[in-house]
C-alpha cells in the first residue's frame, strides 16, 4: 500500500502534540526515554481515530511511526530539562510566553465568537441544492474499480524462511484451486485478522493492495487462484472473489461529504457579510503619513 509521509506526520503529530508523559501503570509501554513514556492506550487512540486506509498504511510506515515517537520523546525531554532549569522564570522568556498567550487568547475569543455569529441553520443546505452541487461536480466523483479478495499467507522473514515456504506456498496454491480455499486460509494463513474470515481481506480498489499484487489481482477472473506472490513480508495466495466495476459516486454516498462543504463555505459567507458590516470600508481610514513616518522607523 501507498502511504504519504505528510499523512503519518499529521497523524501522529495530532496523537502526540500533548501526549508524552509518565503512562499509567496499566498502560504497556511502547516507547520510553527516562521517565518519559508513550503508551499502547496512546497509540490506540491514534489509530481509532483514522480510516481503514490510513490505519493499514501507518502500520506498514514502522520505521516512520518509530521515527515520530523519538522525535517526540526526545522533544519533552527538552522541555522538562528546560523547565527543570528555571528557563521558564527567566524575564525575556516569561515576556514572549506572556506574548504568546495574549496573542493565543485574543485569537482564539475573535475566532470563536466570530463562528457564533456566522452560525449556518441546521438544515442547511436544501436537498435542491445538494443535488445542484452533486451535478456540478459529478465528473469529479468517479469511484476506481473495486475487487473481493482472499489470501493464504505464509510469513518469510529471512532468506531461510523464503526458501522453504515457497514450497509450501506451491503446494497450498495447488490446494485451494481444486479444495475449500476458505478452509485452508482459517487452518494455514499466518495474517490472523483475513485467516479468521476464511482469507478475506475486503472489498478494495488496487491502489489499497500490495504493489506486488496488484498487476495479478487485476487480471485475475473472478473464481482464480493465483500462483504464489512473494512480498517483503512473505508469500500471499490470492484468490479473486469478486469485482465491483468502476463507477460514479451517488448523491447518497457523496450527500455527507457535499452537505460538509456547503456548511462550510456558507458559514465563510457569513463570516465575511459580517465583517464587512462590522467594519464598512467607508468607515474605515489610513493615514497615510503616519504609515509611511512607521514603516520609515522599520529600516
Same mark, same amino acid.
Given at each position: 500500500?501507498?502511504?504519504?509521509?505528510?499523512?503519518?506526520?499529521?497523524?501522529?503529530?495530532?496523537?502526540?502534540?500533548?501526549?508524552?508523559?509518565?503512562?499509567?501503570?496499566?498502560d504497556?509501554?511502547?516507547?520510553?526515554?527516562?521517565?518519559?513514556?508513550?503508551?499502547?492506550?496512546?497509540?490506540?487512540?491514534?489509530?481509532?481515530?483514522?480510516?481503514?486506509?490510513?490505519?493499514?498504511?501507518?502500520?506498514?510506515?514502522?520505521?516512520?511511526?518509530?521515527?515520530?515517537?523519538?522525535?517526540?520523546?526526545?522533544?519533552?525531554?527538552?522541555?522538562?530539562?528546560?523547565?527543570?532549569?528555571?528557563?521558564?522564570?527567566?524575564?525575556?522568556?516569561?515576556?514572549?510566553?506572556?506574548?504568546?498567550?495574549?496573542?493565543?487568547s485574543?485569537?482564539?475569543?475573535?475566532?470563536?465568537?466570530?463562528?457564533?455569529?456566522?452560525?449556518?441553520?441546521?438544515?442547511?443546505?436544501?436537498?435542491?441544492?445538494?443535488?445542484?452541487?452533486?451535478?456540478?461536480?459529478? /465528473?469529479?466523483? !468517479?469511484?476506481? %474499480?473495486?475487487?473481493?479478495?482472499?489470501? *493464504?499467507?505464509l #510469513? &518469510?522473514? =529471512? +532468506?531461510?524462511? @523464503?526458501?522453504?515456504?515457497?514450497?509450501?506456498?506451491?503446494?497450498?496454491?495447488?490446494?485451494?484451486?481444486?479444495?475449500?480455499?476458505?478452509?485452508?486460509?482459517r487452518?494455514q494463513?499466518?495474517?490472523?485478522?483475513?485467516?479468521?474470515?476464511?482469507?478475506?481481506?475486503?472489498?478494495?480498489?488496487?491502489?489499497?493492495?500490495?504493489?506486488?499484487?496488484?498487476?495479478?489481482?487485476?487480471?485475475m477472473?473472478?473464481?482464480?487462484?493465483?500462483e504464489?506472490?512473494?512480498?517483503?513480508?512473505?508469500?500471499?495466495?490470492?484468490?479473486?472473489l469478486?469485482?465491483e466495476?468502476?463507477?460514479?459516486?451517488?448523491?447518497?454516498?457523496?450527500?455527507?461529504?457535499?452537505?460538509?462543504?456547503?456548511?462550510?463555505?456558507?458559514?465563510?459567507?457569513?463570516?465575511? /457579510?459580517?465583517? !464587512?458590516?462590522? %467594519?464598512?470600508?467607508?468607515?474605515?481610514? *489610513?493615514?497615510? #503619513? &503616519?504609515? =509611511? +513616518?512607521?514603516? @520609515?522607523?522599520?529600516?
Amino acid at each position: 500500500m501507498t502511504f504519504h509521509a505528510k499523512t503519518l506526520a499529521l497523524a501522529v503529530s495530532a496523537l502526540f502534540a500533548c501526549a508524552a508523559h509518565a503512562a499509567p501503570a496499566a498502560d504497556p509501554v511502547l516507547a520510553s526515554l527516562g521517565p518519559v513514556t508513550i503508551g499502547q492506550g496512546e497509540m490506540a487512540q491514534l489509530l481509532q481515530g483514522l480510516s481503514d486506509a490510513e490505519r493499514a498504511a501507518i502500520k506498514a510506515d514502522r520505521a516512520g511511526v518509530e521515527a515520530w515517537l523519538r522525535q517526540r520523546l526526545t522533544a519533552e525531554a527538552l522541555l522538562r530539562e528546560a523547565r527543570a532549569k528555571g528557563w521558564g522564570e527567566r524575564p525575556e522568556i516569561k515576556a514572549r510566553v506572556d506574548s504568546a498567550t495574549r496573542e493565543l487568547s485574543a485569537r482564539l475569543l475573535g475566532t470563536s465568537y466570530l463562528e457564533s455569529v456566522a452560525a449556518v441553520d441546521a438544515a442547511y443546505p436544501p436537498d435542491a441544492e445538494l443535488a445542484a452541487a452533486y451535478e456540478q461536480g459529478k /465528473a469529479d466523483f !468517479a469511484l476506481p %474499480a473495486r475487487y473481493r479478495v482472499a489470501q *493464504i499467507f505464509l #510469513a &518469510a522473514p =529471512d +532468506a531461510g524462511a @523464503q526458501a522453504k515456504q515457497r514450497e509450501a506456498a506451491k503446494k497450498l496454491a495447488a490446494q485451494a484451486r481444486s479444495g475449500d480455499f476458505a478452509a485452508l486460509a482459517r487452518s494455514q494463513s499466518q495474517e490472523a485478522r483475513s485467516a479468521a474470515q476464511g482469507g478475506e481481506v475486503g472489498m478494495l480498489p488496487l491502489e489499497s493492495l500490495l504493489p506486488e499484487l496488484r498487476d495479478g489481482v487485476a487480471k485475475m477472473k473472478v473464481g482464480q487462484v493465483a500462483e504464489p506472490v512473494q512480498s517483503p513480508a512473505g508469500f500471499h495466495i490470492v484468490k479473486l472473489l469478486g469485482v465491483e466495476p468502476a463507477r460514479t459516486a451517488t448523491l447518497a454516498e457523496m450527500t455527507p461529504r457535499l452537505r460538509a462543504a456547503l456548511r462550510q463555505q456558507r458559514q465563510q459567507q457569513l463570516a465575511q /457579510a459580517y465583517l !464587512a458590516n462590522l %467594519a464598512p470600508a467607508a468607515s474605515l481610514t *489610513i493615514d497615510g #503619513a &503616519a504609515l =509611511d +513616518a512607521a514603516l @520609515q522607523k522599520l529600516n
